[in-house]
């Protein structure tokens, strides 16, 4: 039976802005609706301030870039998030939502000159998470390769439903699910970045081909690289992961956080990912 931690613990939506106006209406011709045809980000916001705001930023422009999307208004969206921001003032934390869609307009997947980029800007309760390690599992379902959508947060997520499938919480006693590319490689978790510590060495799955190239793990490995622990990226192997000296998992919200048990392997907080975990505490405090 499950211990209660599990990572997909829910929010509410306190407030939700549809291009800058209070309500929540978007046109069924949409093209994110109809086509996943749009980008997404998560930002955990601390007392009124959302963190790391200018590098989501930048990845939502990358993915705008990436999927060819004519976006103009980052000067609302960035005073939409500082609004809804500036509301959770009162409250320690708090999630902000962005969602960018190219909007209605074309035929079939055929992209139109006139779509007008939609975008929604929604202010989250912060999801309550357990402090413990997480418990671990591998899923079936394998993640494709396609390197013209590697790295960005697209809207089309049906990898990641089908693989948190794989579990119910109800039944059984993990918290996460990590993915494999079609060739074997572990690539990431449903909803977070996977790092292993191997000899003193930070690793991370190369993303090159596929996966989402997370906020909180670029700057996991700055923080690595500020004190001194060496990094590499790499393909890495379930074997490789089991034989890892220490674990953890990472994404905008929770930060980082330990890995106790992979399937049936047990694990303990080593000390690399002990450090990095009290400097990202320290930042947040």
């Known amino acids: 039976m499950n211990s209660g931690n599990n990572l997909s613990i829910k929010t509410s939506t306190l407030r939700v802005l549809v291009n800058g106006a209070e309500k929540a209406e978007i046109a069924v011709s949409d093209r994110g609706l109809n086509y996943g045809d749009g980008l997404f980000e998560t930002i955990a916001v601390f007392f009124g301030m959302p963190e790391m705001f200018q590098a989501h930023l930048q990845r939502l422009q990358k993915g705008c870039e990436q999927l060819k999307f004519p976006f103009d208004n980052w000067n609302e969206l960035q005073n939409e998030v500082e609004q809804l921001a500036s509301v959770a003032s009162v409250s320690d934390r708090a999630v902000i939502k962005i969602i960018l869609t190219r909007g209605s307009g074309g035929g079939g997947y055929q992209i139109a000159d006139d779509c007008e980029p939609q975008r929604i800007v929604m202010l989250l309760t912060w999801p309550e998470r357990p402090e413990t390690p997480a418990k671990l599992r591998f899923c079936t379902t394998p993640l494709g390769c396609n390197p013209a959508l590697a790295g960005i ?133």
């Not at 034989?243 to 392997?265: C, H, Q, T, Y």
Request: some cysteine; hydrophobic content about 45%; overall charge negative.
């Open 153 to 285: 947060k697209h809207l089309n997520r049906l990898e990641q439903v089908m693989a948190r499938s794989e579990w119910d919480d109800q039944l059984d006693d993990f918290d996460e699910g990590l993915m494999s590319n079609i060739q074997g490689y572990v690539v990431e978790g449903t909803m977070s970045n996977l790092f292993i510590v191997q000899e003193g060495v930070l690793i991370t799955p190369d993303l090159n081909r596929c996966g989402v190239e997370g906020i909180m793990r670029q700057h996991v490995l700055k923080l690595a690289e500020t004190i001194g622990i060496e990094r590499k990226i790499a393909l890495l192997s379930k074997d490789e992961i089991f034989e890892a000296d220490e674990i953890f998992i990472s994404n905008s919200l929770m930060g980082i956080r330990p890995v106790a048990l992979l399937e049936s392997k047990e694990f303990s907080v080593g000390p690399v990912t002990g450090q990095l975990m009290a400097l990202i505490q320290a930042e947040r405090a």
